[in-house]
């Protein structure tokens, strides 16, 4: 599963559902606050990657540093999809 | 010494009372395009201008302020007005970037907290600027009543040449409502969120 992929069609959609407008494009470095989505948005795409990886990382694992990218959000979920396969 | 308000040990999100420690990293708060475009004032502010606002705020008991810190790292400010009046008035903003997504929840969540904690608060009032959208979204979300609208000034807003004009929405909560409604909002919060309000803790001074 291409998680980056996953992360961003979330964000789309999270954004249309909670009135927000995304910046183009979101690249790697693209800090997420100031990506368009707000912290509500912020907090409905974690809810929305739980539906769709039936993973909540930031619940689930023991998270002490905070993503500021998109890189590194992506690195997070992807870290914790593997941890839920292996 | 700073004193847990519930528990001996020390929280994943805490509330400190802002004190001298925390300037510096207030001040490039408060400079930061992201927290200025939000605030009544928009201009850069000078260190001289900033200690100054900061005597003021520690000489003043009708003013508290509290440093919101994620893993015992400050990231964020709330900053309480006419505290010893029955209509306590609030601000916040997030200072830092990478933190628990949807923290500005976890704002919201602790100053009614705290307000309702107030035996004398009656209401707990917040002034937005009608482009915080961000703002104007979880005021709704957490069930705010708008009050009145007034004429802002203008501002060069993003993606605009132009300066546009905006208006201050004025917000209400009365603290025995939200004693009423606060397991319902909860209920609405991601699980992360709802896992951070359980740790939400006030330090304060002895």
Known sequence: MNIEQVVRNAMIAVAEISDCKLITP???QTVLLESGLDSLGYAMLVGQLEEELGLDP?????ITIYPSTFA??????????????? | MVVNEGTET?????????TEEYLAIVLQW????????????????TQCEHKKWFSALSDDQNRES???CQHQRPVGI???????????EWGCYLGETDILPGSGLILEWAALSWASRQEHCLT????????????????????YEKIKSEQGGTRLLEESDVEETYQVHFFSYATEMWKNNKLKVLTRMPKPIQKAIGQIQFLYKD
Do not use: C
């Open chain 1, 26 to 28: 979101i690249e790697a």
């Open chain 1, 58 to 62: 930031f619940t689930e694992m023991a």
């Open chain 1, 72 to 86: 590194e959000f992506v690195v997070i979920y992807q870290q914790g999809y593997d941890r839920k396969l292996a």
């Open chain 2, 10 to 18: 020390i929280s994943e999100h805490f509330f400190t009372p802002f």
């Open chain 2, 30 to 45: 408060r400079n930061s395009e992201r927290v200025r475009m939000n605030m009544h004032n928009n201009r850069p502010i």
């Open chain 2, 66 to 68: 509290w440093i919101y």
């Open chain 2, 78 to 88: 709330l900053n309480f007005t006419d505290v010893k009046t029955e209509h306590i």
């Open chain 2, 124 to 143: 707990l009032g917040a002034q937005v600027l009608s482009f915080n959208t961000s703002a104007l979204k979880l005021h709704k979300l957490f069930g």
